[in-house]
């Protein structure tokens, strides 16, 4: 004799007043600390607040930053979201200089060593000139919009260290989408 379920309800499905099985309890927990690891250790969002990364990030963008692990070392271009301790607030600029070369800039134009440095996202010229060896473990850092930046080029110490930078922003990360 064959016998037919006449309920419309799905397998596996729990009934009011059931208890959670252990692999239910576990996803419940495990999902939210998987955030937040995700969040802690490997990216996070942020919001740029000032005009000295244009015309790349604008003020009110939101960026993905992926954080960085110390022993990564950073490549020229890559724009960085760091602590700044003169400041006392994270920044985002570009890594124009990397450990133990000279940077120097005259006239608009940033050398790293006796070669001008190709930056297409420059707009304009800046005035001023200076010369500075980077030392080990350290960075030097301009903001795109060299006109209104404070950057390495007017820090007291123009140098940040590889320790104190949280993250490289994702370029796929930028939001508002209309200006990835």
Partial sequence: M???STTTEKPGKACPGELLSFADWAS???VPLAALAIR?????WGLVTSASMEPTLHAGDRILIRHRPQ?????????????????KKNLAK???GLPGETVSWKNGTVFIGDRALHEPQIQGSFPGEGRVTVPEGCYFLLGDNRLH???????????????????????????????I
């Fill in 94 to 96: 570009r890594v124009i």
């Fill in 40 to 44: 802690r250790w490997v990216f996070s």
């Fill in 71 to 87: 022993q990564n070392p950073l490549l020229r271009g890559d724009i960085v979201i760091f602590r700044s301790r003169e400041l």
């Fill in 2 to 4: 064959t016998i037919r």
């Fill in 149 to 179: 930046s404070l950057d390495s080029r007017s820090w007291k110490s123009p140098f940040i260290a590889s320790k104190d930078i949280r993250g490289v922003v994702w370029g796929k990360g930028i939001f508002p989408v209309h200006r």
């Fill in 28 to 30: 419940l927990l495990l």
